[in-house]
């Protein structure tokens, strides 16, 4: 299902690791300037490489996780699970919305045990958020960051609660979550 | 204001200020604004007033004092009330008003 290879163009001393997935391949170079030879200082290189790698996964994972979610709801069991989730969800965001309704803190709002409940259902739930902006503007911000570790949202459009939906949503679109 | 504004990352808080949710750090920003610390809930001529409640120490919401000795609040992102008293607003959601601000009132420029 997967494969990572990672490739050293010996001429021009650069690395390059490529990531298949059954959609989508990630290939990514290591950085400019990163041309050390493997017998000048080896340690140093390996721990470049570790450290390049880790990053790359860093970034693909969440993806990954939610894609995972994508393909198992096309099967039966995943249907029923997807089910679930999605129940568990709208009860939770239905209560959490209507407890919230008066709150002025942002800092009340996220730590409300619904939305926390939210935030532990993990990257599976992101699209049902995501759908949730759509339909009308709210504070899901902080869940999307907490879950995706990603903060779309610019210095200019803080706070701007609109902007900031549009913000996620063309994030979302950008990864192709939507 | 059409900015939400909370010591939280995505939310709009001024530069330089820390996000940290502590009522020293609310008192610092209303001051950027001309509003000082005070001790009377009471009308002053001259100057306006708005209120800081907290629970368990961290600010939970503000309230401002109308030119008619009213207060007026905005509970959570839509609803607009106006009530006696800062006393009115508190208990479990809003905690208790901790500390009242106060600046003079802007006179407009003189017309030459």
Same mark, same amino acid.
């Given at each position: ?5 990672? @490739? ?74 997807? @089910?679930?989730?999605?129940? @568990? ?64 949202? @610019? ?24 | ?112």
């Amino acid at each position: 299902m997967e494969s990572a290879v990672l @490739e050293n163009d010996f001429r021009k001393d650069v690395w390059t690791r490529t990531t298949t997935r059954p959609d989508y391949t990630v290939k990514a170079q290591a950085p400019a300037g990163w041309r050390l030879t493997a017998y000048e200082r080896p340690h140093l290189k390996n721990q470049l490489i570790r450290r390049h790698i880790r990053g790359i996964s860093a970034e693909i994972y969440f993806i990954d996780r939610i894609r995972s979610a994508r393909e198992l709801l096309r099967t039966a069991a995943g249907k029923k699970q997807a @089910e679930e989730l999605s129940r @568990e969800f709208q009860t939770h965001a239905t209560k959490w919305q209507s407890d919230v309704r008066f709150i002025s803190s942002v800092a009340d709002m996220v730590l409300h045990p619904s939305y926390l409940r939210i935030i532990g259902m993990g990257p599976p739930v992101v699209p049902l958020l995501l759908k949730e902006l759509q339909k009308e503007p709210a504070h899901w911000f902080q869940a999307l960051e907490a879950i995706t570790g990603h903060n779309p949202v @610019e210095e200019t459009d803080r706070g701007r609660v609109g902007r900031m939906t549009q913000r996620w949503l063309d994030w979302a679109k950008a990864q192709h979550i939507s | 204001m059409d900015r939400f504004w909370w010591p939280v990352s995505q939310y709009y808080w001024p530069p330089g200020f820390p996000l940290d949710l502590t009522i020293e750090n609310f008192v610092a920003v209303f001051g950027t604004f001309g509003y000082q610390p005070c001790i009377s809930l009471t009308l002053e001529e001259g100057f306006e007033k708005v209120v800081i409640y907290i629970r368990q120490g961290k600010p939970t919401h503000m309230a401002r004092q109308l030119a008619n000795g009213q207060w007026t609040s905005k509970l959570g992102s839509s609803w607009d009330i106006e009530h006696k008293s800062p006393l009115g607003l508190e208990g479990q959601e809003y905690g208790n008003f901790s500390t009242v601000l106060r600046r003079p009132i802007p006179q407009p420029a003189p017309v030459p």
